[in-house]
């Protein structure tokens, strides 16, 4: 009994020894293999979706073309002027014996085309001496523009050297924009405005010829004569077809233009409001 006791335990001792190198040699193992390992990178965030901008192919951004028409209004016709005079600013030109300093001063779309309208400032500034607004139209090439058209004394200035007292846009008489320049003077001591229409028709520039908005002879050199004071405004616009100007003063009366062709025409022969 004894022996078999003393054989018993020292099978248990020898299953425990075994057991023992076994976990340590497991350990061992374990170790080593964790040396061996290449370090795990550190864990990043995990990124919202939602609000991460799509990514673009840089062969998308290659092939996209640059168009002048994406530019802001005022880059337009800063580029537009230069294109036309050379320079972004202003330029002098001397047409038709006058020396004109072209500014630019608006730009307008017809369709794919632009037009550039540009401030003629006249050198000479006397009371007869006259600006002008020139015009020219430009095709879109791109990110530039190439020059289709040019009329650069198309509409008459105001006097002493202006090119204008004072111009706007309208797209209410047609289809396409009409620029209405307005002009005005004193002469030995009787005054007189008016406005000067051009349409902007895709061909070519159309000049209306101009109403007169004003008279007056009311001054100290109009002794004798019959005072007289009228004013005039343009009235019930029907585009493309026709419109007035009422006339309120010392005579009232209306006079009516109506479309013919590329033009709007007064309906009577002559009109009725005095001239200086």
Not at 31 to 48: G, N
Not at 156 to 171: L, V
């Amino acid at each position: 009994m004894r022996e078999q006791l003393a054989i018993s335990g020292r099978k248990a001792w020898l299953l425990l020894f075994v057991a023992a190198a076994g976990t340590a040699a497991l350990a061992a193992a374990g170790w080593i293999a964790l040396r061996e390992a290449p370090e795990a990178e550190p864990a990043r965030a995990p990124t919202d979706q939602r609000f991460s901008e799509p990514a673009i192919a840089k062969e998308q951004l290659r092939g996209s073309t640059p168009d002048v028409r994406s530019l802001s209004p005022a880059e337009q016709l800063r580029l537009a002027f230069a294109t036309v005079f050379g320079n972004a600013a202003s330029a002098i030109r001397t047409i038709d014996g006058k020396t004109l300093t072209y500014t630019p001063a608006a730009l307008e779309w017809i369709d794919d085309k632009a037009v550039l309208l540009s401030f003629g400032q006249n050198a000479l500034d006397c009371h007869a001496c006259f600006g002008t607004i020139g015009i020219h139209y430009l095709t879109p090439k791109g990110d530039r523009f190439e020059v289709s058209g040019a009329w650069p004394t198309q509409i008459g200035g105001a006097a002493w050297g202006a090119p204008t007292n004072d111009m706007s846009i309208s797209r209410n008489f047609s289809s396409y924009p009409v620029v209405m320049s307005e002009f005005g003077d004193m002469n030995q001591g009787c005054s007189y405005g008016g406005v000067s229409l051009t349409e902007l028709r895709p061909e070519e520039p159309s000049r209306w010829g101009s109403v007169r908005t004003g008279f007056s002879n009311a001054n100290p050199y109009s002794e004798g004569d019959r005072i007289k004071n009228v004013s005039g405004e343009i009235t019930d616009i029907q585009k493309d077809r026709s419109f007035k100007v009422v006339y309120k003063g010392d005579d009232s009366f209306t006079e009516t233009y109506v479309r013919r062709g590329s033009k709007f025409v007064l309906t009577a022969k002559e009109t009725r409001m005095p001239v200086c």
